[in-house]
């Protein structure tokens, strides 16, 4: 039986992610290993969440914050640099959740904070206060367990990236379930992430015995990269969003312009645009230029779209489409 623990300094997402991954397509039979990491200003979804249902993407990366997808399920997180996330990886025959979860009530408690595991897979404070979620998946290889510790998150952010668009939304997927948060520096002013961090290695220690250390630098290599560039992508992070349907509307100098439309993918699958504007061909003619591409409108070639349009015509598109493109 071999006992690994492993700790990152980088703070972007899709990098955690990806080493996670590798970490995962590494574990040989009898192995655990126990990985700590955090990151800046991210929102992070669960593997079939819709992204433009669960957060205001877009405000989140126009002001330098991340949008992460993990391959597990539950809800959306925000986290920042208050917050200290940790995995548990390891072959079926060693995986145990009850020991795993007393590695993170073992460190609470050398700050004097008791806690238990909800049925939802929260873990909370006695006062139930929820300060680490936790969700889960597993192959043939590896089952995988990983949360979150609230030490010291700006919680205020978590209303203004967190809050669903206020646009008309149906949508398939998994909804986000909100609960009363706290910080575990709320319980006890003297907690940081890293003691957190030290008292999970030593619990960690106390509970499966010796470990080896792994060096981080050994994740810079092209398995990781592969495997970042994935979980940075648009068609990760958006293209894996469950179908829904949205509509949303804008009052331009030329007329007032409503949009409904059904997403596959964040793909515009169907289209129809409703205007009193005074041309009466232009919304068919948009309706032609936006189907099939992007909601986000990045793939959207004015200029390659064959719409027979006048100059004018192509000018109303173009705001359209660039006031679309904020809607994702």
């Known amino acids: ?35 700590l990491w955090q990151n800046e200003h991210t929102v992070v979804i669960g593997r079939n969440q819709n992204a433009i249902r669960e957060c205001k993407a877009q405000l989140l990366e126009e002001e330098g914050g991340y949008l992460a997808r993990r391959t597990t399920g539950g809800g959306a997180v925000y986290h920042d640099l208050g917050n200290l996330n940790f995995t548990f990886l390891a072959s079926p025959e060693r995986y145990d959740l009850e020991k795993q979860l007393k590695v993170i009530q073992i460190a609470c408690r050398k700050f ?48 203004r990236y967190l809050t669903p668009s206020k646009e008309k939304m149906k949508a398939k997927g998994v909804k ?88 596959k993918n964040m793909y515009i699958e169907e289209i129809k645009v409703y205007s009193d504007m005074l041309d009466v061909e232009l919304p068919a003619k948009m309706e032609q230029i936006f189907r099939g591409k992007r909601f986000d409108m990045a793939d959207l070639s004015l200029e390659e779209s064959g719409a027979d349009c006048t100059p004018e015509q192509l000018e109303k598109v173009r705001e359209t489409a660039e006031w679309l493109s904020h809607c994702a």
């Open 176 to 263: 986000s379930v909100q609960s009363r948060v706290c910080n575990l520096k709320d319980l006890n002013p003297e907690i940081t992430t890293d003691q957190m961090r030290q008292a999970l290695k030593e619990s960690f220690f106390e509970l499966y015995g010796d470990f080896s250390e792994l060096d981080p630098a050994a994740f810079e290599n092209p398995e990781v990269q592969e495997t970042y560039d994935l979980y940075s992508s648009w068609d990760w992070k958006f293209g894996k969003s469950p179908e829904c349907e949205t509509s949303c509307s804008k009052r331009f100098d030329w007329g007032e312009v409503e949009v409904w439309l059904r997403l």
């Open 1 to 35: 039986m071999n006992n690994y623990f492993v700790q990152t300094y980088t703070w972007n997402p899709w990098r955690n992610l990806a080493v996670e991954k590798y970490l995962a397509d590494k574990i040989e039979k009898g192995d655990v290993v126990f990985y």
């Open 112 to 159: 004097g904070v008791e806690t238990h595991f909800s049925g939802r897979n929260d873990i909370i404070t006695e006062e139930g206060f929820k300060f680490s979620g936790n969700a889960f998946s597993k192959n043939s290889r590896c089952n995988i367990q990983h949360g979150t510790l609230m030490v010291n998150v700006d919680v205020s952010q978590l209303g």
